[in-house]
């Protein structure tokens, strides 16, 4: 019985292991080509992308911040109130729409439609 005990003890510590990380520090998601809002706690002075070639920020008024997804990839997004200290500081990551999109492979070219219903080309 003790060993019984034991089984489910290290298993729920492993259960517990490999669930907690997936919560802390997701980030924030964004799909190409879409905007997601962001809300600030308080008024950003300093908006910073790692690499803007994947996501563009635009300040929509003080606490408020409008990114699009550029190109698939990951980046960073650190916002700076006026004294400097941080207000956020996350990973963001662009992500394709695979819903109602379409990849033909042909050799190395690659063609993307978009079928929503009728299936066309759709912008990279």
Do not use: H, W
Request: charged letters at 20%; proline letters at 3%; one cysteine or more.
């Amino acid at each position: 019985m003790t060993g019984l005990r034991s089984s489910f003890a290290v298993a729920a510590l492993l259960a517990a292991t490999f669930v907690m990380p997936a919560k802390a520090g997701s980030g924030i998601e964004v799909t190409m080509n879409q905007a997601k809002i962001v809300k600030l706690s308080r008024a950003a002075d300093t908006i910073v992308i790692g690499n803007p070639a994947i996501a563009d920020a635009s300040v929509q008024d003080a606490s408020t911040i409008v990114l699009t997804g550029k190109g698939f990839g990951v980046t960073n997004l650190v916002v700076l109130d006026q004294e400097g200290s941080p207000i956020i500081d996350e990973q963001v990551t662009v992500v394709r729409q695979d819903a109602s999109s379409v990849r033909i492979y042909r050799r190395a070219e690659i063609q993307t439609l978009s079928c929503t219903p009728y299936c066309e080309s759709s912008y990279k």
